[in-house]
C-alpha cells in the first residue's frame, strides 16, 4: 500500500472510529475527571488509592488468569485431537463449537440455576439433597462457568494455529527422534504459539471485564461488579468512570503486553510440503475414545442450554427437587412466540444486527487493510484500539450513546424536523445508535478475522495484480476479498450472533415497543411476575437455536476454514 | 447440496415459527389525529397492556376518542430519573443557550437542587416554565416507580402541579408514607413483607416460619436469605428505613413511653426528655443491628427486586425481603402438583409501612390535557378496578391479573361488593392496607434525617464488607450461636456512629471519605470478632481437657 493512500486510509478509519466509538466512551469517562465544571483526578487517585477497588481489579486479574488457564486446559487437547484425527462426529462437534457462547441473556442464569441450584436439577439426579453449589466456591464457580463458555475462542484459535503448521517441520523432528510428548514442547507448542496467545488474549480481556457471570454467582468484589453496583446506586458517582477507565488502561497494557510476547512474528510457513501426513483416521473404539472428551466437555458446556430449554417446556413451577421438568406444555412457546412484540422484534433485531454487520466488514476490512498492508508505525496503536470495544462495559457504552443522542435531539435543528429526529434521536428512533453500537462492539472480531486472512493471504498476489495495471480497488474487490472471504464469513457470523444477544444497549436505547430488538423482549417477557421466566426461556431458546443453525449451517458450508480466526500480529 | 439444502430449510423454518404462531393483532380504532400519550414507566408488559388499553377505552367513552400510549421502557425507577434528570438538563440548556445566555459549569447541578447557590435565575427560570415548546422531554407522564423517585423528581423541578381533581377518597399522608400531594397521586399501594419456601424450612429443620424481621437474624438461615440491595433502589432502602423504625419504636415502649406519650412528644417537637430520646437512640442502633444480621445471613443483595421471590419459590434462597404482589404473584405460579403454594408472603406485624406507587406529570408535557385525564382515570373507579379485579370480570382486566391493591378507601369499606370479582379478599386484615397501617406508625424524626446514613452504612456494613462480614457469622454460628460468644458478639456489632452524632460526623467529610473508612472500621471489627471466636474455641479446648462438657455446635452446610 502506499504510503499517501495508507495515511488517508488511516486517517478516514481513525476518524470513523472515534466518532462512534471513542467520542461516546469519552463523554462517559469524562464524568470521572470533570466534576463541577473541574477537571479532578480526585476519583482517579481514589481508585487507585482505595483497598475497596485495588482489591477488586486484583480479583478481575485472578479470574481472568483461572479463566484462561482452564480454558486453555480444555481447548488445547481438544484442538490438538481435531487437528489430528479424523473421526465419526467431529463435524457435528466442529459445528457445534461456538454453541456455549450462545446463550441468552437474563434466561441463562435461570437455566444454570435450575440446573445448579439448592432443589435443582444435579442435585436431584445424584440424590444429593439442597446442596448449595451457587453459594460455596464463588471464585471457582465464576472460573468454571466463564472457562466453560469461553474456551471455543481459544479452541478455533488454536485449531487455526495448527491447521497451519507444516507437517513437515513434524515429521522432521520425528525422523530425528523426537517423538510424543518432547515433540509436542519443543516443535508443536512453539509452532502453534502465536495462535495460543491470541486466543488467551482475548479470553483473558473478555474474562476480566466480565460482569454477566460474576453477577450470577454472587462474585461481587471484582472490578466488573464495582463499576455495575457504582453505576445504578441511586446517587450519581464519578467513581466508577474513573473506575472503568483503569480497568481499560489495564486491559490495554495486558494486550499490549500479548502482543509483545509474541516476539516479533510468528514461524511463517510459506506452503504447506506435500506429504502423505494429515489427520489419522479412528476407528472403531479409537474413534469413540477420540471423540468421547468432545462429548464430555460439550456435555458440560451446554448444560446451562439445556436448563433453559427445559425451563422453556415446563409448566410454572412443575420443575422442582427434581432432574426434569414434572409437567411438559408448548403453552410457554405459543404465548411467548406469538406475543405482540415477538415478531416485530425478531424483525428489528435481523435488521439491525446485518445493517452492524455491514458497517463492520466496511470499518473492520479498512482497519485490518492498515494494519497488515501499511507500514505505518501507528498502525499498531489503531490495532489496539480495536480491540478496546472488548473490554469496556456495555452499560457505558450505552449511557455514552444516550448522551450524544440525547445533546443532538435537543438542537434546535433536530427537534423540529421530523427526519433529523428519526435519525438522530433515540426517544424516537434508535436505530442508527442501535446499528453503531452493535457496529462498534462487535469490530474486534472482525478486524481480528480480516488480519488473520490478511496475514495468510500473500501480498505477492495483490502485487501481481497490480502490475498488470489494475487499480487499487479492483484489486481488493476482485483478488483480495474473494481471497479473504472464509475469514470474513467467520467474522461476520460471530459479530452478527452477538448483535443478536447483545444487552446493555438494546435495553436503554430502545424504548418504544416498536423498536425493540429480540433481547428487550426477552427482558419484558421476564419482568412479568410468574410465568415470565418461562415466557422469557421460550424466546431465548428459540434465539439461541436460531443462532445455532445460523453457525453449524455456515461452518458445514465452510470446512476446515471456519477454524481460522483471531490471529493476533 | 442436500446437506445445504437442509440447513437453509431449517433456518428457515426456525425464523418462520413466531410469523405462524402471531396472534391476530387486536384491532384498535386509534387514527392518525386521535390523541398520543406518552408515558415512561418501569411497571411490566402486563400492567401497561392492561392501562393502555383501558384508558383508550374510558377515553373514547368520555371524551370522544380513542388514545393510543406510548410506552418509554428504560428500566427501573433509578434508571428512569437518572435518564428525566439528564433529558431535562440538556433540554434547559438548550433552551437557555439558544437564548444567547451562557451556560457556566455547575449549572446543572443547581439548576436540580431545592436551593440554589449559584445560579438563582437558571434555578427560577427552569421551575417557572412549563411549556413543551421550550423545555420538554417530550414525555407526559412518569407513571409508577415508587414514592421515594417521584418525590425526588419534584424536588429537582421535574415533575409539575395538577389543580382541579376531585377528591378521591383517600389520605394525603399515611404510617408516615406520602400518598398524594400537588405532584404525586398514589393509585396503587404495596408492603414489605417476608416470603419464605415450606420445603426449605422443613429441610432446615424450622417449625416456626419467620414472622418478624428478627426471625430473619437467626442462625439456621445463614447464607439463605435473599435481600434486595437498598444502595440501589429508594423503595427497598425505605424498607429498611423501617425495619429500623420498628426497632425504635420498641425499645421507646421498653423504656417506659406509651404511644399516647410519643405522639404528644413528636408532637411539640421540642423539649425531648434525655431518657426518651436515649431510648429512640438505642433503637436505632437496635435496628441497624438487626439489619447487620439480615445481611449476614444474606446470600446476595440483589439489584432487581423480582429476583428474591424467584428464588425463594424454586428453593435457591430459603427466605427473602420482598414486595407484597411480586411474592404473591410468584407464590401463585409455584403450586406443586397438589396445588399447594410452595411459597408463602406475610408482612411482618407493624413491621412495614404501606407506600404508594404514584403518577405523576412531567415538566412541559406535550399533550397535557390527556396526561392529567390519565391521572384521573387511574384513580377512577374503572382504573382502580384493573388493579385487584380478575381478568374477565366485569370492569376488571382483560387478559392479565395484575393483584395489586386498589387505594381508595372506599373499595375496603364496601369490600363485599368487590369480593365476587377480586383477585385477593380485600376485607382480610392482612391485606387491607389501612389496616396494615393503623399498626405501623411512622415517627420522621427517629430515621428520616438520616436516610442516606442509614443506606450508606448498609453499604459499608453489608456490602462491601460482606466478606468478612459473612466469616465471622459463620464462625460466631458454629461456635455456639451469639450467646456463646459475647466477646465476639460485641466486636462484630460496634458501630462507628450513633443516631446522636450521626448526620453531624457525615456531614463534617466527604461521603467518598467516610464511606472508605467505616468499610475499613468493620471488615477490621469482623476479622477481630472471627480472632475472637477462635481464641475463645481454643480456650474452651484447653478447658475441656478438664473435663468440662461442650453443647454440640449448629452444624453448617
Sequence with gaps: MRRSTAWVVFALCSAAFGVLFLLPLGVVLSGGFFVQGRFTLRYLAGVLQNPIYAEGLWNSFKIAVGTTTVAMLIAVPLA???????????????????????????VGAIGFQQMFGQYGAVNALFGLGPVDWLGRSRYFGVVAL???????????????????????????????????????????????MPGLFAGATLVFIWSFTELGTPLIMNYTRCAPVQVFDALKEINTNPFPYALVTVMLAMSCLLYAAGKVALGGKAYAMQSKAATAGGPVTARGWRGWLVLLPFVVVTGVALLPHAGVLLTSVSEPGSWYQSVLPQRVTWENYREALGHGMTVGSIRNSLLYSALAVMVNIALGVTIAFVVVRSDLRARGVLDTLAMLPLAVPGLVMAFGYLAISSYLGNLAWVKDNRFWQHVLDVRTNPTLFLVIAYAVRRLPYMVRSAVAGLQQTSVALEESAANLGARPWTTVRRITLPLIAANLVAGILLAFSFSMLEVSDSLMLAQRADYFPITKTIYELFQLIGTGKYLAAALGVWAMIFLAVTILGASLLLGKKMGQLFRVG | MVRNVTVLAVAAAVVALPFLLRQPAETDDWRPGDPVLTIVTPHNEAIRYEFARAFSEWHRQHHGRPVKVDWLNIGGATEISRYLVSEYVAAMRAWWTAQGKPWPAGAADDMLAIQPSQFPEIHAAFRAVDDPGKVTARIDLFFGGGEYDHTRLFQQGLTVPVTGLPDFGYPAQISGETWRTATLFGNTVSTFGICYNRDRLRDLGVVTPPRRWVDLTAPVYFGQVGVADPTKSGSIAKAFEMIIQQQCHEAVRAAGFTDAQVDELERAGKDFPPAYNAAVGQGWLNGVRLVQLIGANARY?????????????????????????????QAQTSRDARGAERMVYVTPAGGSSVSCDPVGLLRGAPNRTVAVRFIEFTLSEAGQKLWCYRPGTPGGPKKYALRRLPIREEFYRQADRHLPFVSDPLNDPLINPYRLAEQFVYRSRWTARLFNVQRDLIRAMCLDSADELRAAWRAIVRAGGPARCPAAMAALQRLPVTWANAREVTSRQDRLTYLGEWTEFFRRNYREARNQVGQAASLSAAGNRGGDKQDACLILP
Design chain 1, 146 to 192: 466463564q472457562a466453560f463458555g469461553l474456551y471455543p475462542i481459544l479452541y478455533l484459535n488454536v485449531l487455526a494455529a495448527l491447521a497451519n503448521i507444516d507437517p513437515a517441520m513434524e515429521e522432521a523432528a520425528e525422523n530425528l527422534g523426537c517423538r510424543w510428548a518432547r515433540k509436542f514442547w519443543r516443535i508443536t507448542l512453539p509452532l502453534m
Design chain 1, 80 to 106: 490438538w485431537l481435531a487437528n489430528r484425527y479424523e473421526f465419526a462426529g467431529k463435524k457435528l462437534f466442529s459445528g457445534l463449537v461456538l454453541v456455549p457462547m450462545i446463550l441468552p441473556p437474563f
Design chain 2, 301 to 329: 443483595f440483589t439489584d432487581s427486586a423480582s429476583k428474591v421471590p424467584i428464588d425463594v419459590s424454586t428453593g435457591d434462597a430459603a427466605v427473602g425481603l420482598a414486595i407484597d404482589f411480586y411474592a404473591r404473584f
